[in-house]
């Protein structure tokens, strides 16, 4: 192994997989030095990971006050995007929630910075574009997400002939429910994710299954597979990440325990894999069994959602990422039921005027208009 240091800037440093990315970093302080750390409200727990990891930029939703604290040694404040194109940062990791990655991504990518990507909003809402910057620019998306990273470790050393991807879904905190037994549901049922340790919109959309539809996005643009070549199935055990079906009928799937240092710590080493001792290892005989099933549509309407959606291409998947953000946090919030987030996303996308070649700002926009438009309807 190698002993160049990479040099991080952390998008969302305080979720769930900004944590568990300082976790990596922590276990191998020789080879990653913390140059950014952007976050948002939870200020205690960025003051102990600016103190521990001392990074130069800082970002973070609290005070004046609160920020100057952290401001010595030379430290300074930037914002995300002067983060993703500074010129001592190597990998710029988006594990913010919502669109405000997408703007940080493409000044990253146009600094030709290697991107490792745990906010799907962002390739949701522009996938087509992403892909073309990076391939323009010379630089790699690697997914951070445990779905399309497995995809992404089954191709290595493939020639991409591929004939299927398989994706996995745990079902959510609701999948042994009938789809008429969750109109009365509360926010901490559904974020009682059974497998996944994860922050509270992405688990919520792991009970809608919108998440997924999200990955089925992802990985039709990270890897140029199309829709109809795409299958989900219920995988309660969470062990199969994704599978890769080859034209000879082969497949390849990738296995390990329900952590998400396994393909966080890929992306990062990557091509390289190194041993962390704290990491459990596979098991099979004290794992047991294996169940697969079909996706039920009729249990999760948002899935099929977002992929008609999505087909349709222009801002169409921005403004659904925007009304959908909204829609959980009124959810979260107490406003709406969890059946009502796909109804008031679908009611809400029936006005919306796509934008058929759509600019960075007209992906922002469309996602924005998607938040006010779901705001719109259940206050009016």
């Known amino acids: 192994m190698g002993n160049t240091v990479k040099h991080l800037a952390i998008l ?24 950014a750390l952007a976050a948002g409200r939870n200020i205690d727990l960025f003051k102990s990971q600016v103190v521990e990891f001392a990074p130069r930029l800082i970002s973070c939703g609290g005070t004046d006050d609160e920020i100057s604290s952290l401001l010595e040694g030379g430290r300074r404040k930037a914002n995300m995007d002067d983060m993703a194109r500074d010129a001592k940062v190597d990998v710029v990791v988006t594990a913010t929630v919502g669109d405000v990655a997408l703007g940080p991504t493409f000044s990253a990518i146009k600094a030709r910075k290697n991107v490792a990507l745990a906010n799907k909003e962002s390739i949701v809402m522009a996938g087509r574009q992403l892909v073309e910057a990076a391939k323009k620019h010379n630089v790699e998306l690697l997914p951070l997400d445990s779905e399309p990273n497995a995809v992404w470790q089954c191709l290595r050393g493939e020639d ?15 999948r042994d429910r009938e789809p008429e037994d969750l109109a009365d549901v509360t926010p901490d049922e559904a974020l009682a994710h059974p497998t996944w340790r994860m922050g509270p919109k992405i688990t919520v959309d792991s009970a809608t299954l919108m998440n997924k539809a999200f990955e089925v996005i992802e990985a039709h643009w990270l ?29 390849k799937a990738h296995m390990s325990p329900p952590d998400m240092r396994v393909p966080i710590q890929y992306a990062l080493f990557y091509p390289e894999r190194v041993r962390n001792d704290s990491v459990e290892t596979f098991d099979p005989a004290a794992t047991g069994a294996l169940t697969f099933s079909p996706l039920n549509p009729d249990q999760y309407p948002c899935f099929k959602l977002a992929l008609e959606v999505a087909m349709r291409g222009g ?12 829609a959980v946090q009124l959810f979260l919030k107490r406003r709406i039921s969890f059946v009502e987030i796909e109804v008031v996303i679908r009611e809400a996308l029936k006005d919306h005027r796509s934008v058929i070649s759509p600019t960075e700002d007209d992906s922002l926009s469309a996602s924005s208009w998607g938040k006010q438009r779901v705001l719109a309807l259940v206050d009016g």
């Open 160 to 174: 991409k002939t591929i004939a299927r991807l398989i994706l996995t879904a745990s079902g959510g905190a609701f």
């Open 12 to 35: 969302g440093s305080t979720g769930s997989v900004g944590t568990q990315t300082l976790e990596i970093v922590r276990a191998y302080p020789d080879h990653f030095n913390v140059a």
């Open 223 to 251: 890897f140029g597979v199309p829709w109809e070549n795409i299958e989900v199935v219920i995988h309660p055990q969470s062990i199969v990440h994704s599978m890769v079906e080859f034209v000879d009928g082969s497949v």
């Open 315 to 326: 801002t169409w998947p921005a403004a659904l990422c925007g009304a959908d953000e909204m």
